[in-house]
C-alpha cells in the first residue's frame, strides 16, 4: 500500500505541473485549451485525490480492506484527469465518459458522488453521477429560483455548499432558503461570505432542525426582535420573561403600549415554534423549563445578520467603532476594561453587562458614572455583572430608560432611581437593597418590579403604581399590611413573605389574575404560633395552578374546595399542621409535595365526602412525602383507594412510621429512603400484582393460593402458567432500610433498580420477572453476599456494585452464571475485595465495553488477565493506593478507545506494550506523582506514551 500511496502522490504533482504548464504557457495556444474553470476544477479534483493520499499515508494499513477501494478511486480519478487533459490540450472534440456528464454542471458534487459509490450497496457509476447531479440541480433551483440554471457563478457557489454538507439535507435546506431571497450577484456573494461564517463546525449541524428560510417570512417586528438575540453568547440560557421585558424597553419593538407582554408571549410563541429557540428543563424525567436556548447557528446567523447595529463582544479585541452600533453587549470578566470608545457611543439605546461565569464576582468599572452620563439615549441597562455601589448620580441623566437590572450596590436604592419617570422594568434580584425610598410610588410607568429576598418592606402607598402587573415578592411588613395592595392589578407568579401579622384574610381572594401563588411566614413573623385551629388561614384566588406554602404557624388550612384549578401543591415546613385540605378530587392535579410536617399523622381524615371512586386523585403524576416523622399512614381507613391515573412516580423519604399508601397500579417508578420495611415491601407487592395485565382474555388455570412471608401478600403461583406480564415502572431506588430482613425478593418488571445502604441485607433474589431489568446499583450494603440470581440476567446492561464488604462475585462455578449477563456492557467495581476470583465470570462477558475499577486498597498489580477483555473499549482504575506495576497484558486490549489513571502515588512504570494501544483516543493520567515524573517527557523515545501525546491529560 505504501508503494501505490508513493507512486500516486508522485502522479499527483506530475499532473498539478503539466496543468499549470499548458494553462499558462502552451494551452493558449490549442484552440479548445483549459480555461480557468477548467484549471481550478482539475486543481480541486486533484486535491480532494491528494487529500484522500494524505489520511492514507496515516491511518490505513497494509493488508487493509479499504487497499482495493482506494486504489480503484485514485487510478479511476487520476486516468480521468489525464485523458481529459489530454483531450483538450489536443484541440479534439471527443470527451471521457466521466467528462459527458459534466455538459450541464462543470462542479460536480464529487463528495457526494464518491459517497454514494461507497455505500455499502454501491450504485453503479452511471447511476451514482446521475443522482449526485440531480440532488446538485435541485439544491441549484432552490437556492437561486429567478435565475438561469447555468450561471456559471450561481453554480460554483453552489457547488461549494453542496460538495461541503452534503451529508446534512436539513442544513443544505435552509442554505438554499437564505440564498432564495437574494436577486443580485452581490447579495450572493455576500450571502456566501455569511453563511461560510456561520457554519464553522458542519458536525455539530446534525441537531439542527431550524429552516433558516422562514426568516424571511417573520414580520418586521418579529425579525426586529429576534436581532436582539444576537447580544447574547452561544449557549446562552434565556428567561422568557425577562427577553420580552428587554423587547419593550425598545421603540418600535413591542408596539402595542396596552399589553407589550401578552404581545412578546405571542412573538416568543411564533419563534419556539419556528425552532430559533429550544426549551431547557430542569431533569431528564420532569416536564418543568428553566430557560430556553438558541442553537448555536442560529446565534452565529443572527449575529451577522444584525450588524451594524447590534454587537456582542465576547473576547477582549481592544477599541470597537460604535459610530453605528445601537445596542451593545459585553461579555466581562474581572480582567475586563472599558473601551474609550464608549464615551462616543451617543446613539446607544442598550447596553448589557454579561457574566463570562454564572458565579462571576461582579466588576469593577473605572468611571462608569462618566460613561453612563455621556449615554443619554440608553433605554435599557444590565448591570447584573457590575458591582453598583459607587454608581449613583449619573443614573438620573437616563430619562429614556425603560430597562434596568443593578448588580450588588448598597442597601438603599439610590433617589436618583425615582426620577426615571419612563421606567417599565426595575429589577433588583441581584442587587443588595433592603429598602425602597419614600417617593418610589412615582415611578408612575413602573410595570414590572423584582425585588428578590432581601427587601424588608414594602414602599409606602405601593398601590399608587397602577401599572404595576409583575411584582415577584410583596412583603408584610411594618408599613403595608395585606389589603396595602389596594388596587394592584397583579398577574402571573407572586410570593407573599410575612414577616408581620395580618388581619385582611380575603385580601388575595379577588386577585383572578394571578395563578402561582407562594406564601411564606418567616421566623421573624409576629403572628399566633399556637396549634390549634383559630389561627385562619387566607382565602386564595379561584384561578390559581400552583400553589406553595412555607412555615405556616396554624393547625389546619380550611378548605380548599374552590381551588379546582390546581395543578401542583406543596406544603413545607409546618409545625403544627394536624390536617390537610381534602385534595383527592382535584381534576388537574398532577404533583402533590408534602415536606417536613412534624404533628400530621394522615394525610386524608375519615370525613373526606368528596371522594369518587371513579376519580380519586384522577390526573397525579407526583407524589412526594419527606421527613413526615410522625406520619402513621395515608388514612386511618382499614383498606385504601386506587390512584389510577397514569405513569405515576412516588417518593417518599424519612416517614419511618408510615404503613399504608394508596394502591398505584400504574406506578412508574418510586425512591424510598428511611421507611418501614413493611412499607417497602408492601410498595414491592402493588407492584409485582399491578404488573399482571388482566385485559386480555385467556385461560386461566386453577390458582393455588401460597401465603408469602410478606405480611398481606397473597402470591397466586401455578407452576405451568403465568399470565402475560406488562408494566410501566421503569425505575425503584430503596435507600437506608435499617431494619430490611435478611433477603429481599423481586417479582416486578422494571428497568432501573439501585439499593443503597441497607446493612442487614444479606440475599437479593431476583425472580424470572425480572429478566427485563437493564440497569442494577448497589451500594453500601456491608451484610450482603448473594446476588447470584442477578446473573442470570440477560437484558442487564449496567451492573455498579460499591462497598459491599462481604459479598463475592466470583468462584470457578460462578462461569456459568456470569454467562448469563448476555447484554452486560458495562461494569462497575467499586471497593471489592478478591478481584483475581473474577477472571472465570469477566471472562464469560462477551459484550463488555466499560469496566471501572476503583479504591482496591490491598492489590499491588491489575491482574494479567484484564488483556482477554479484547473488546473492552473504556477502562478506568481509579484510588489504587499500593498498585505499581501494571500488566503487559494492557496492550492487547485492541479495541481500547479511553483510559483513566486516577489517584495510584505509588505506580511508577508503562509496560511497553502501551505503543500497541492504536484504537485510543483518550488517556488521563491524574494524582500518579511518579507516572507524571517519568513520562512528562513525552518526545523521550523510550516513552512508551510517545505516540499518544495527542491524546494525553498527565497532571
Known amino acids: 500500500m505504501e508503494d501505490l500511496v508513493q507512486k500516486n502522490h508522485i502522479i499527483l504533482r506530475e499532473n498539478k505541473e503539466k496543468i499549470s504548464f499548458y494553462n499558462g504557457s502552451v494551452a493558449s495556444r490549442f484552440e479548445g485549451g483549459m480555461t480557468g474553470i477548467d484549471v481550478n476544477r482539475k486543481l480541486k479534483m486533484l486535491d480532494f485525490v491528494e487529500a484522500k493520499l494524505n489520511i492514507a499515508d496515516s491511518t490505513l494499513k497494509p493488508g487493509g480492506s479499504l487497499h482495493k477501494r482506494l486504489e480503484e478511486r485514485v487510478k479511476h480519478v487520476l486516468s480521468h484527469l489525464e485523458s481529459s487533459q489530454g483531450d483538450q490540450i489536443k484541440g479534439k472534440a471527443k470527451e471521457s465518459e466521466y467528462e459527458s456528464h459534466e455538459e450541464n454542471h462543470e462542479n460536480i458534487g464529487l463528495e457526494r458522488l ?32 429567478d435565475e438561469p440554471i447555468d450561471n456559471k457563478i450561481l453554480s460554483e457557489i ?18 438554499a432558503a437564505l440564498f432564495s431571497s437574494k436577486h443580485t450577484a452581490k447579495e450572493w456573494e455576500d450571502c456566501c461570505d455569511i453563511v461560510l461564517r456561520i457554519i464553522r463546525n458542519a458536525s455539530k449541524t446534525n441537531l439542527f432542525n431550524l429552516k433558516l428560510g422562514s426568516y424571511e417570512q417573520l414580520l418586521s417586528e418579529i425579525q426586529k426582535c429576534v436581532h436582539y438575540c444576537s447580544l447574547f453568547p452561544k449557549d446562552y440560557i434565556f428567561n422568557k420573561t425577562d427577553l420580552i421585558n428587554l423587547w419593550a424597553s425598545q421603540e418600535n419593538l413591542l408596539t402595542t403600549p396596552e399589553s407589550p407582554e401578552s404581545v412578546g408571549n405571542e412573538y416568543f410563541g411564533k419563534l419556539l415554534k419556528e425552532g430559533y429557540f429550544f ?29 451594524p447595529e447590534f454587537c456582542l463582544v465576547d473576547e477582549s479585541q481592544g477599541e470597537i467603532d460604535v459610530a453605528n452600533i445601537l445596542h451593545l453587549s459585553f461579555v466581562v470578566d474581572s480582567s475586563w476594561k472599558a473601551p474609550s470608545s464608549m464615551f462616543s457611543a451617543k446613539k446607544l439605546q442598550s447596553l448589557l453587562f454579561l457574566p463570562r461565569k454564572s458565579d462571576e464576582d461582579s466588576i469593577e468599572v473605572s468611571a462608569m458614572d462618566d460613561i453612563l452620563t455621556s449615554l443619554t439615549c440608553l433605554r435599557a441597562l444590565d448591570l447584573k455583572a457590575v458591582n453598583c455601589e459607587n454608581l449613583r448620580s449619573s443614573l438620573r441623566e437616563l430619562k429614556d430608560l425603560r430597562y434596568l437590572k443593578l448588580g450588588v450596590s448598597f442597601e438603599s436604592l439610590p433617589e436618583s432611581v425615582t426620577r426615571l419617570e419612563n421606567l417599565q422594568t426595575l429589577d433588583l434580584r441581584h442587587s443588595s437593597v433592603m429598602q425602597l425610598p419614600r417617593d418610589f410610588p412615582t415611578l408612575r410607568n413602573l410595570r414590572h418590579l423584582y425585588v428578590g429576598r432581601r427587601l424588608v418592606d414594602m414602599p409606602f402607598e405601593i398601590s399608587k403604581l397602577e401599572f404595576l402587573n409583575i411584582l415577584d415578592v410583596f412583603v408584610v411588613g411594618e408599613y403595608n399590611r395585606l389589603d396595602a395592595r389596594g388596587s394592584l392589578k397583579l398577574v402571573g407568579e407572586l410570593t407573599v413573605r410575612f414577616d408581620k401579622e395580618y388581619d385582611h384574610n380575603e385580601a388575595l381572594k379577588d386577585n383572578e389574575q394571578i395563578t402561582c401563588l407562594s406564601l411564606i411566614w418567616s421566623t421573624s413573623y409576629g403572628g399566633q404560633t399556637t396549634d390549634d385551629d383559630t389561627h385562619c388561614f387566607l382565602q386564595l384566588p379561584r384561578s390559581l395552578k400552583s400553589l406553595a406554602v412555607r412555615s405556616f404557624k396554624g393547625g389546619s388550612f380550611g378548605s380548599f374546595s374552590i381551588l379546582k384549578n ?37 394525610i386524608e381524615d375519615n370525613d373526606d365526602n368528596s371522594k369518587d371512586s371513579n376519580s380519586y386523585f384522577p390526573s397525579l403524576k407526583y407524589l412526594s412525602l419527606v421527613d413526615l416523622q410522625q406520619l402513621k399512614g395515608w388514612s386511618s381507613r382499614t383498606q385504601e383507594e386506587e390512584i389510577s391515573s397514569d405513569c405515576v412516580q412516588l417518593r417518599i423519604k424519612g416517614c419511618p412510621k408510615m404503613m399504608s399508601v394508596p394502591q398505584i397500579p400504574n406506578l412508574e417508578s418510586f425512591e424510598t429512603r428511611n421507611i418501614h420495611e413493611t412499607l417497602l415491601k408492601f410498595l414491592l407487592c402493588t407492584s409485582s400484582v399491578s404488573s399482571i395485565n388482566w385485559s386480555r382474555r385467556v385461560p ?14 397473597i402470591r397466586l403461583g401455578p407452576s405451568s402458567w403465568s399470565p402475560p406480564l406488562t408494566s410501566r415502572l421503569q425505575n425503584v431506588e430503596i435507600t437506608s432500610i435499617f431494619e430490611l430482613g435478611s433477603t429481599l425478593s423481586f417479582n416486578i418488571i422494571m428497568k432501573s433498580l439501585t439499593i443503597k445502604q441497607c ?3 444479606k440475599k437479593l433474589d431476583f425472580k424470572p420477572n425480572m429478566v427485563s431489568l437493564q440497569q442494577l446499583i448497589i451500594h453500601d450494603c456491608n451484610g450482603l453476599q448473594d446476588i447470584t440470581s442477578a446473573l442470570y440476567l440477560s437484558a442487564l446492561q449496567k451492573l455498579e456494585i460499591k462497598r459491599c464488604k462481604k459479598l463475592s462475585l466470583g468462584d470457578d462455578n460462578m462461569r456459568e452464571a456470569w454467562e ?34 476503583h479504591s482496591f486498597y490491598e492489590l499491588k498489580t491489575l491482574p494479567e488477565w484484564i488483556g482477554k477483555l479484547t473488546k473492552l473499549q473504556r477502562l478506568a482504575i481509579r484510588n489504587w493506593p499500593y498498585l505499581i506495576t501494571l500488566p503487559e497484558s494492557l496492550g492487547d486490549l485492541s479495541a481500547l478507545q479511553e483510559l483513566q489513571i486516577q489517584c ?9 506494550s502501551f505503543a500497541r494501544l492504536n484504537s485510543l483516543q483518550q488517556l488521563k493520567i491524574q494524582q500518579c506523582p511518579k507516572l507524571f515524573e517519568r513520562y512528562q517527557n513525552t518526545s523521550d523515545p523510550d516513552n512508551p506514551l510517545k505516540s499518544h501525546t495527542h491524546l494525553i491529560r498527565l497532571k
Not at 158 to 167: G, L, P, S
Request: proline share 5%.
Open 158 to 175: 453552489a457547488t461549494e455548499f453542496f460538495n461541503k454538507y452534503h451529508h446534512d439535507p436539513t442544513l443544505l435546506e435552509s442554505i
Open 904 to 912: 495510584c502515588p505509588l505506580l511508577k512504570q508503562i509496560p511497553d
Open 114 to 145: 464518491f459517497m454514494l459509490l461507497e455505500e455499502e450497496i454501491p450504485m453503479e457509476k452511471d447511476q451514482a453521477i446521475e443522482q449526485a447531479q440531480n440532488e446538485l440541480t435541485l439544491f441549484i433551483n432552490k437556492a437561486f429560483i
Open 566 to 602: 390546581l395543578v401542583t401543591i406543596c406544603i413545607e415546613d409546618c409545625n403544627n399542621c394536624k390536617y390537610l385540605p381534602h385534595l383527592s378530587s382535584f381534576p388537574y392535579l398532577r404533583s402533590l409535595q408534602l415536606r417536613d410536617l412534624k404533628a400530621l399523622e394522615y
Open 700 to 713: 386461566i388455570p386453577p390458582f393455588k393460593l401460597q401465603q408469602s412471608t410478606y405480611n398481606g401478600w
Open 279 to 307: 426549551e431547557i428543563f430542569q431533569g431528564e424525567d420532569t416536564s418543568d423549563i428553566v430557560g430556553y436556548k438558541m442553537h448555536f447557528l442560529v446565534s452565529e446567523f443572527l449575529k451577522e445578520i444584525a450588524k
Open 820 to 853: 448469563g449477563l448476555q447484554s452486560l456492557h458495562t461494569l462497575k467495581l467499586i471497593g471489592i475485595s478478591n478481584l483475581a476470583s473474577l477472571e472465570n465470570g469477566l471472562m464469560a462477558l462477551k459484550s463488555l465495553e466499560e469496566l471501572s475499577l
Open 759 to 761: 446493612p442487614k441485607l
